[in-house]
């Protein structure tokens, strides 16, 4: 029998602590670093929902980067907080955090957008353009486990909520909010203010 990840009446994305859809972007498109890693932080629930343990180490380095993002570790302490320009590159993984991200993003839109593929199919896809070229000889596999333990495609979605087409429809909404920050992200990363 399979738990139900939502309340009655709504879907997974109500049970989440921060959405990206919540998070504020101000007009020079600075990301709000504290409720972006809150966000990125309730995203990691979503691996529970897709039930595999092989998903266990996906999870992990990504509350791991969030905590130590959060802890100012990886670099200066996030304050005030926003991306771009506050962080230095050292404030998030060089690849791996928004790559992390891009993976979930890129994988999930797709499999919404193409009704006929299995989930295993979007997030190998998915894997291909983004984690896999930073991945070592060691970690492919077992990412490519957790691409082969994806939940059948209907037994997904119905444990997002009952209305397919309100899980759809949030879905689609927090996906575009969170690609667009990842993009933001990207080209601060990419920029001359975060090589020093």
Not at 54 to 67: C, I, Q, Y
Not at 105 to 120: M, V
Not at 127 to 141: A, E, R, W
Not at 162 to 168: L, M, N, P, R, S
Request: with cysteine; aromatic share 10%.
């Amino acid at each position: 029998m399979t738990t139900a990840a939502y309340p009655p009446g709504g879907t997974f994305l109500d049970t989440l602590k921060r959405s990206f859809v919540d998070v504020p972007i101000d007009s020079e498109q600075n990301v709000s670093t504290t409720e972006f890693l809150e966000a990125a932080e309730s995203l990691t629930t979503l691996f529970d929902v897709l039930g595999s343990v092989a998903f266990t180490p996906v999870k992990s380095d990504m509350l791991g980067n969030v905590k130590k993002a959060l802890s100012g570790s990886f670099g200066k302490p996030l304050s005030p907080p926003q991306i771009p320009p506050t962080p230095p590159p050292s404030t998030f993984p060089q690849l791996t955090f928004p790559s992390g991200l891009d993976f979930t993003a890129l994988a999930l839109t797709q499999n919404l957008s193409t009704p006929t593929e299995e989930l295993s199919a979007s997030f190998r896809a998915a894997y291909g353009g983004t984690l896999k070229p930073h991945h070592s000889f060691m970690v492919k596999p077992i990412f490519s486990a957790a691409m082969s333990a994806c939940p059948y495609r209907k037994d997904f979605y119905v444990k997002l909520g009952e209305d397919e087409g309100k899980v759809a429809e949030g879905l689609k909404k927090w996906l575009e909010a969170l690609l667009k920050e990842i993009a933001i992200l990207k080209t601060f990363l990419a920029s001359k203010e975060a090589k020093w």
